[in-house]
């Protein structure tokens, strides 16, 4: 008798979700395949891949780049990198950045 108060507590605790205090929820949120920061990995601009959303705009001499438009630092980002504004998809302005 003595084993079936733990393995009751058990059951019961593994349908319990855990929360995660330190994750923050993220504020654009888009079906662009985003890869990483372009500059380092910290960086607000977030290197671009392939799906239905970026097809159009994908060039072999150049990164596909997205900043969150929100992101007051994309003035600095065109400045330092050289890149022309494409388009923006939801809440994220694309650049092409040329790699020549």
């Known amino acids: 008798m003595k084993f079936l ?37 910290a960086d607000v601009c977030e290197k671009l891949g392939e799906n239905e959303l970026t097809v159009n705009y994908l060039d072999h001499t150049a990164d596909l780049v997205g900043c969150p438009a929100d992101y007051e630092g994309r003035g600095v980002f065109v400045t330092d990198t050289g890149a022309t504004e494409i388009t923006q998809i939801d809440d994220w302005v694309l650049y092409s950045v040329s790699r020549e």
Do not use: H, K, Q, W
Not at 11 to 17: D, N, Q, R
Not at 29 to 40: A, E, H, K, N
């Open 5 to 41: 108060v733990p393995v009751a507590l058990i059951g019961t605790l593994a349908g319990c979700e855990v929360m995660n205090p330190t994750t923050t929820p993220t504020t654009n949120v888009t079906d662009l395949p985003l890869m990483g920061g372009y500059r380092s990995p």
